[in-house]
């Protein structure tokens, strides 16, 4: 089992404690059922393992946490001045590097760079309520901005893999929280949501020649794979 990023919450020192118990908690479950897993480091967990990526399928699927696609990792966040100059002076002090690795080691650094401003008292609003949702979207530029990383994320992927990994067929992705499926080009971008509400979520099974996807359902807390979303053959 591959989980691509923001797996738990680590970016804020204050809450960094809590976030490698839950990790710790995650990895200790999936040995239990006997599953080998993969973490991968996203915006909001960068330091949980060295691991960015994974080239899968020989080379046909490229897997990243998706925060690599926007100059600042994200641009609709609190911290986006911060994390877009961080960003700047990583990419600039690599020497401002072609190649994907040294890429994603500068936006890994770009996300550590705010671990010592500590989470905004929105940041655990609920957003089930009407009053936990207005927080989450204040100030108001940020559901606008959100909205468009979202339109923009699809052409940013598959861009992306075709200047990293030209002979990739498929990207799989995760960060903007929007669930999906796009044939962009030559590329196929999926992106795998979230367990936020809304957001939609899927899950990725390789199978040899193909991904299959699909969504993932719940009912009374707990989730399960449910009907196929769609096929991929590679």
């Not at 993969?38 to 480091?41: A, E, G, P, R, S």
């Not at 609190?78 to 994390?83: H, P, Q, S, V």
């Given at each position: 089992?591959?989980?691509n990023g923001d797996t738990v919450e680590t970016r804020f020192l204050k809450e960094r404690e809590q976030g490698v118990a839950d990790f710790h908690q995650v990895k200790a479950f999936c040995e239990e059922k006997g599953v080998e897993a993969?973490?991968?480091?996203g915006?909001?967990?960068?330091?949980v393992t060295g691991l960015h990526h994974l080239d899968l399928a020989g080379g046909a699927v490229l897997v990243t946490h998706g925060d690599i696609l926007f100059h600042g990792l994200s641009p609709w966040s609190?911290?986006?001045?911060?994390?877009r100059n961080a960003h700047t002076s990583a990419l600039e002090a690599a020497g401002n590097p072609t190649l994907l690795e040294p890429c994603l080691a500068a936006a890994r650094r770009a996300a550590i760079s705010i671990e010592k401003l500590g989470p905004s008292p929105h940041h655990h609003a609920r957003v089930r309520s009407l009053a936990g949702f207005v927080r989450q979207i204040w100030p108001l530029w940020r559901p606008l901005k959100?909205?468009?990383?979202?339109?923009?994320?699809?052409?940013?992927?598959?861009a992306f893999v075709a200047r990293y990994r030209p002979e990739a067929k498929c990207i799989l992705i995760?960060?903007?929280?929007?669930?999906?499926?796009?044939?962009?080009?030559?590329?196929v971008v999926i992106n795998t949501g979230s367990f936020l509400p809304y957001s939609g979520m899927l899950a990725v099974d390789l199978m040899p020649g193909q991904l299959l996807v699909r969504k993932i359902g719940s009912e009374r807390g707990l989730f399960r794979l449910a009907r196929d979303v769609a096929r991929v053959e590679l």
């Open positions: 089992m591959v989980f993969d973490f991968l480091t915006n909001h967990d960068p330091l609190r911290e986006a001045d911060t994390l959100m909205v468009e990383c979202w339109l923009r994320a699809p052409s940013l992927a598959a995760g960060h903007t929280h929007r669930a999906g499926v796009w044939k962009i080009g030559k590329q």
